[in-house]
Structures are given as C-alpha cells and as structure tokens.
C-alpha cells in the first residue's frame, strides 16, 4: 500500500526491509566469475573468456567493481545467454550455485540475514548479477525475494538483448525504491548492506545503511556520514548483530 494512503498501515505494523548486494558482500569476489566456470564446463565459453573473467575477478577481489569491468560483463553475459532456453540458464543457475558458490559465502552476513528474518524483516537480495542467479541465492538461503538483471525471452528462449537496465548503482536503489514504495515500507526503518561506493545511492535511501568490507570510496563516503562499517571479524559482526536487534525493539 503506498505511502500517504488514506489506508496507510501504522508504522510498526509495516513491513521491514533489509536489502543485501551479493558480490563482496554475501559471497567473496564477484558471482559472474562462478558463472563463466559453470558456463565454460558446459562449453557455453571458450578458454580465452575464462582468462579474461579470471583476471577480472582478480583485480575486483583487490580494488572493486568499475564501470568498464561492468560493461565487459554485460555483452559477454548477453552473447552467453542468447540461443539458450530458460530451462538451461535455471539449471546452470542451481549447479553453479551447489558446485562453487554455497561454500564460498561470508557466513557472518549470511547470519545477518537470518537475524533480520528472526526480527520479521523482509530479506531482498539486490545485485547486478543475472536475475536467475539471484533467485537461487534467495531461495537457497531462505530469503524473501530478488532484484536481479532480467533478460529478454520470447517463448522460453534468451534473445540476448537486456529486459529493464542492469541493476547497479542508481537503478538498483530505484528499484530497490520501487519495491519498497509498492509494498508501503517506511524507508527510515530499512536497511541495506553493500560493500561498494556504486551503491551509495541505495545505502543514502534507507535509514540503516551498513557497509561491508567497504572499497575505498565507500569507507571514506561512510566515514564522513558516520555510517556503521562492519569488518567481516567477530567483533564487528557481534556489533552488527547488536544493532539489529536494537533497531528492531525500537520500531516494535
């Protein structure tokens, strides 16, 4: 129920929302890389792409996402997809996510996640990675839903052309915003959790924005908003863990 409705629930009865990135933040390094060795043990790439995914991973896990890495994602991820059914692209989905990515997530923000559960929130995942891989990851993890980047197909079949932009930067937090305005959340109550500076404008959206393993404009934009920075170590996990239940009780 949108905000400003005659109906408009009161505020402790309205849902909650923690929104979650994926890439460094509920796994270590970038989830495409798992995609491309799921793709290429399929002979979906060649040897050559594997390199070049490789190296890219890389230099993400030392310094972080950029614009051009995002864009190489993007039409190698298009010519990869294109020809190939829905049914092939789910199934790829759940082997990568059994074979490589179920035993490579941060298990301190995984706990976050079943903590906002416990509290009654709503547990999104927002990532720029494929919307298929997404809703394994939600599914698998016991989480509400997915906001992912969707790809056209016209009877079950990938054309290779994008359905809406790729979820990053402004357009995750819009449609982060979208979903939070649809279901009548109040966002000073909702939380986000990313660990790049590209998802400062989901993080200024919400009233809990939490960084993870921050990159190095986002440890300074975090820094110089007084935003909580949570290192994936017992003690600032114990913290983290503190605070939701906290700013749970007082919105109750």
């Known amino acids: 129920m949108p905000p400003g409705s005659d109906h408009e629930p009161p505020a402790a009865n309205r849902p909650v ?26 002979g979906m790439l060649s040897p050559r792409d594997i390199w070049r995914f490789f190296w890219q991973q890389r230099h993400f896990i030392k310094v972080g996402e950029n614009m051009g890495h995002l864009s190489d994602i993007k039409e190698k991820a298009l010519r990869l997809i294109e020809g190939k059914t829905q049914a092939e692209i789910r199934s790829l ?63 079950g079949v990938y054309t290779g052309v994008l359905e809406g932009p790729v979820m990053h930067a402004q357009d995750k937090a819009d449609a982060s915003i ?31 924005p939490v960084v993870v393993n921050p990159d190095h404009a986002l ?15 017992p003690s600032s996990i114990k913290d983290a863990r503190k605070r939701v239940r906290r700013e749970a009780r007082r919105a109750r």
């Open 219 to 233: 440890n300074a934009h975090a820094t110089k908003h007084d935003w909580p920075v949570m290192r994936l170590n």
């Open 17 to 42: 929302i923690a929104f979650f990135d994926v890439d460094n933040t509920l796994l270590r390094g970038a989830s495409v890389w798992h995609v491309a060795i799921g793709a290429w043990r399929r």
């Open 178 to 208: 979208a979903l939070a305005n649809g279901i009548g959340v109040d966002p000073a109550e909702c939380w986000a959790y990313s660990d790049s500076s590209n998802d400062i404008p989901l993080l200024t959206f919400v009233g809990h």
């Open 93 to 155: 989905s759940e082997d990568i996510f059994d074979r490589r990515i179920s035993q490579r997530l941060w298990p301190e923000t995984v706990a976050l996640t079943k903590e906002h559960l416990a509290m009654g929130h709503q547990v999104w995942i927002v990532s720029a990675t494929a919307s298929e891989v997404a809703d394994v990851f939600a599914r698998r993890l016991g989480l509400t839903g997915a906001l992912g980047t969707r790809f056209e197909s016209k009877d």
